[in-house]
T-cell receptor, first 113, second 113 residues
Framework: DTEVTQTPKHLVMGMTNKKSLKCEQH?????MYWYKQKAKKPPELMFV???????INESVPSRFSPECPNSSLLNLHLHALQPEDSALYLC????????????FGQGTRLTVV | AQSVAQPEDQVKVAEGNPLTVKCTYS??????LFWYVQYPNRGLQFLLK??????LVKGSYGFEAEFNKSQTSFHLKKPSALVSDSALYFC???????????FGKGTKLSVKP
């Protein structure tokens, strides 16, 4: 099983809403990532969890709040987002070693209205 | 700082012809290099990687890449392009310190029938 599952696939939310994105993997990977991708642009790293601890926060605004409840799950809590936050949010996981590839989920297409 | 560059925004080839998508890297030490493909509104799919060893790396869907240390390049190739190969291709390097992938800007490949 080399699958990373993200839910929901699509999300429309207002600027005052609170929502969460979910990501799940069962490959035993110890590193999990959130990326943000704008149309026709490369993914931009947001957060990295290593062994369930936040190891990297790429100066992401506090309206994005990551959570890693266990080694298989990664959440991204959203609150008071802006329209410019509309993007494809990608979750990925890897074994954490530098020579291993990362596996990506299908992404959540987020639209903030 | 580590980085990769994809000099072409778009590559167009005819079906059946060979294709090349270019990537150059800037890394101190030995690089860990990766190629990913992204279809519209989908996540990234891993194609292949270079870690060490043979400079010609074979990957998924008939793709291969040649690592050239003297030219600091890692070009993606396929002997015979298919229309279904049309997608966005990303070259990436592993950040040795933080563990995440650093992506090039992407190259849109269009294969015409």
């Amino acid at each position: 099983d080399t699958e990373v599952t993200q839910t929901p696939k699509h999300l429309v939310m207002g600027m005052t809403n609170k929502k969460s994105l979910k990501c799940e993997q069962h490959m035993g990977h110890r590193a999990m990532y959130w990326y943000k991708q704008k149309a026709k642009k490369p993914p931009e790293l947001m957060f990295v969890y290593s062994y369930e601890k936040l190891s990297i926060n790429e100066s992401v605004p506090s309206r994005f709040s990551p959570e890693c409840p266990n080694s298989s799950l990664l959440n991204l809590h959203l609150h008071a987002l802006q329209p410019e936050d509309s993007a494809l949010y990608l979750c990925a996981s890897s074994q954490g070693r530098g020579d291993t590839e990362a596996f990506f989920g299908q992404g959540t297409r987020l639209t903030v209205v | 700082a580590q980085s990769v560059a994809q000099p072409e925004d778009q590559v167009k080839v005819a079906e059946g012809n060979p294709l090349t998508v270019k990537c150059t890297y800037s890394v101190s030490g030995n690089p860990y290099l990766f190629w990913y493909v992204q279809y519209p509104n989908r996540g990234l799919q891993f194609l292949l990687k270079y870690i060490t060893g043979d400079n010609l790396v074979k990957g998924s869907y008939g793709f291969e890449a040649e690592f050239n240390k003297s030219q600091t390049s890692f070009h993606l190739k396929k002997p015979s392009a298919l229309v279904s190969d049309s997608a966005l291709y990303f070259c990436a390097v592993r950040d040795r310190a933080q563990g995440n992938l650093i992506f090039g800007k992407g190259t849109k490949l269009s294969v015409k029938p």
